[in-house]
Nanobody
């Protein structure tokens, strides 16, 4: 089992910045991608950004050029630097980790951290 703990959410004005952090613990061997997803009220959960164990980053079109995902020096820690925040970025942000064990892929989620951007 993998446990994911997020931190760094909060309330910020439009144009401001926030940095989210996520640390994985437990049986972390085999984690090959970590990322962030978000869910706004009444909407489906959507991908924000992911980063592979090799450092390849992938972003949703809506956040390209504003958000940066990175891996920490501590293994299986991931950050999301969010700049130029917009009210439409408001939502519950979830950390995600995908783990390959043999031929089986397991997906894990954190409990979520709230990001609220006021106009």
């Amino acid at each position: 089992q993998v446990q994911l703990v997020e931190s760094g959410g909060g309330l910020v004005q439009a144009g401001g910045s926030l940095r989210l952090s996520c640390a994985a613990s437990g049986s972390i061997f085999g984690i090959y991608v970590m990322g962030w997803y978000r869910q706004a009220p009444g909407k489906q959960r959507e991908l924000v950004a992911t980063i592979s164990s090799g450092g390849y980053a992938n972003y949703a079109d809506s956040v390209k050029g504003r958000f940066t995902i990175s891996r920490g020096s501590v293994k299986n820690t991931v950050y999301l630097q969010m700049n130029s925040l917009k009210p439409e970025d408001t939502g519950l942000y979830y950390c995600n980790a995908d783990q390959l064990t043999g031929t089986e892929v397991s997906r894990y989620w954190g409990q979520g951290t709230q990001v609220t951007v006021s106009s």
